[in-house]
């Protein structure tokens, strides 16, 4: 629904999805764009390899196709004539002084210099009796040339005409392949993108990753240079880098810490081609904006005024201050009146049964149906969402952690970071909030060789790692539970102050190495940085010197590093 708003009035939506859900999305996204926007389902056979017994190879992804208004941006898609369409139509090959031609054997190709082309049909499959002409002494087809006298001569002026030896045979056009190429309609089955290589250029090694050409075209087909183009779960960036590269606007949108280092490293590294060939460029200066976390700090600081407001906002009320009872109260939500709770004048004083009986014996019935009171989650002494009385429930609006099902139509869930490779994308199926506070943090660094490896590793040991987050579904966190990965940029750049991404590490595998974060120590340069993240998203970042690891001095540990990105490059 916030798509649809959002979209331009000459936009588009492409939907990716594989066969387990496309069905169920066709039928809701019908609903809130309506059936008549519905332009395409676009099969994209991403692999032509499978391995299903029992059932037939699924080797598709489906793109839902739709459009926002009947005057949307069309820039119709071309494409190449396959090697095998080829071989089967162009099967004439003419001189370069276009007296010479010869049809060529199956497979052969045509001689240096010389052009292929096809024959068509200037037959007319309708009777035309005004098209009846002779042409060069060459009779007409029984119902007429498909042209006139004088498109026949401008063609044969061109040499676009093919005349046989017979007077009696047809007079063909002639369509040469280089007049094709690249002029080929895209149907809505797309075979010619493979699915990405582990030794492609533009490999990001995140799961689920587009290719560059998969979107080059959706991005070219319905969008103009200038144009903004969102993507709403833009996992390894993708979208944001073609269309940087194709001269649009970008918004990229996902929960995902992974994600957004991976795009933050993605488009500091852009190349000109698609698939991140090519020389260098350099990116449109980009901000990143973090949502839905909220510095507790920076909001303890507050007065009161500013974090009313905030409370407010938070929970979509609206601000208009009203009295009940005697009681003041701060505004509306749903038609609802909204008490935001003022914790700053009441230090310490707990919101509990007795707080809302005497609450109630003010308002009474004049309140409605409902009330709703907003307050810091630890305020409140009682766990329910709501509490009745004499059919009044006063809900409890909890900051953070609480979203009330009645008003979101789904329960709470926390936008928990993925503690394996196949978790990346869960995330998209939570909806919540929270406030940003760094996990408390214990590790060693050590450098050491494996057993019959010649190579030293560093190793990060994680000794402590405890997430101060208060959720509603955890209660006291074991140490380690909730790391979620760990990213490391192998060579640190302070003055920049940007976090370049070049390896992750998920809790799960680091469990199973006895809590052991272990790298090629030839990759770490000057200083490497690593990012704790806590299955809520909240970060300890550390920078370590190299020598940390038992490394050289700082200009070694410089060239080590520019000698592995110039591997990296190659």
């Known amino acids: 629904m916030l798509l649809r708003n959002l979209l331009a009035d000459n936009g588009a939506v492409y939907i990716h999805l594989d066969y387990r859900k496309v069905h169920y999305a066709k039928a809701l996204v019908d609903e809130i764009f309506g059936e008549h926007k519905f332009v395409n389902e676009i099969i994209w056979q991403r692999t032509a390899s499978h391995n299903d017994p029992g059932r037939y190879g699924c ?3 489906t793109l839902l196709f739709y459009k926002n208004g009947s005057d949307y941006i069309w820039n119709a898609p ?17 001189s370069p002084d276009k007296k010479r031609n010869v049809r060529l054997k199956k497979g052969e190709e045509a001689p240096e210099g010389w052009e292929r082309y096809r024959l068509g049909n200037f037959a007319s499959p309708h009777p035309r009796p005004n098209l009846t002409y002779e042409y060069k002494g060459y009779k007409p087809p029984k119902n007429g040339w498909k042209v006139d006298p004088d498109r026949m001569w401008e063609m044969d002026r061109l040499g676009l005409l093919h005349f046989p030896k017979s007077k009696d045979g047809r007079i063909q056009p002639k369509q040469y392949l280089k007049d094709t190429l690249g002029n080929k309609a895209v149907s809505d089955v797309w ?5 990405l290589q582990a030794s492609s250029a533009e490999k990001q090694n995140y799961p689920t990753q587009k290719p560059e050409a998969l979107l080059e075209r959706v991005i070219q087909t319905c969008s103009n240079q200038g144009d903004i183009v969102m993507d709403a779960f833009a996992g390894s960036g993708t979208t944001c880098a073609v269309a940087e590269k194709m001269g649009r606007r970008w918004l990229g949108i996902d929960c995902g810490k992974l994600a957004t280092y991976t795009i933050q490293k993605r488009m500091l590294n852009l190349r000109a081609g698609i698939g991140n060939r090519g020389a260098p460029i350099q990116p449109k200066p980009f901000g990143l904006y973090n949502a839905g976390l909220y510095d507790f700090s920076k909001l303890k600081e507050l007065p009161w005024d500013a974090w009313r407001f905030f409370a407010l906002q938070l929970f979509q009320c609206r601000d208009e201050g009203h009295k009940i009872g005697g009681i003041r109260l701060d505004g509306y939500l749903k038609g609802a009146s909204v008490l935001v709770y003022n914790h700053q004048k009441q230090p310490g004083v ?10 109630h014996e003010a308002l009474g019935s004049k309140v409605g149906s409902r009330m709703f009171i907003i307050a810091p989650a630890l305020v409140f002494d009682f766990q329910q969402d709501y509490l009745t009385l004499d059919g009044v429930r006063y809900y409890a609006l909890r900051i953070p952690y609480s979203i009330i099902h009645e008003l979101h139509q789904r329960e709470f869930a926390a936008l928990k970071q993925p503690a394996d490779e196949m978790a990346v994308n869960d995330t998209v199926d939570a909806v919540g909030f929270d406030f940003i506070r760094s996990p408390e943090l214990e590790y060693v660094v050590t450098a050491n060789k494996r057993k019959g490896e010649m190579l030293s590793e560093g190793v990060i040991r994680i000794k402590t790692f405890k997430s101060e987050a208060v959720i509603r579904d955890a209660g006291e966190k074991a140490n380690r539970e909730t790391l979620s990965m760990v990213m490391l940029d192998y060579d640190f750049n302070k003055e920049s102050d940007v976090f370049d991404l070049d390896a992750v590490f998920y809790a799960e595998a680091i469990q199973k190495a006895d809590w052991e974060v272990r790298f090629p120590l030839e990759s770490v340069g000057n200083q490497l940085m690593a990012v704790f993240v806590d299955i809520y998203g909240n970060e300890a970042r550390e920078v370590i010197p190299a020598s940390k690891f038992g490394l050289g001095d700082t200009k070694e540990a410089a060239k080590r590093a520019k000698k592995v990105r110039t591997k990296a490059k190659k």
């Open 59 to 61: 080797v598709h992804d």
């Open 78 to 94: 071309k494409t190449e004539q396959s090697q095998k369409y080829i071989d089967s139509f162009f099967v004439y090959a003419e």
């Open 191 to 195: 075979t010619g993108i493979p699915p």
């Open 350 to 359: 707990r919101i509990d049964e007795e707080t809302i009986q005497s609450m």
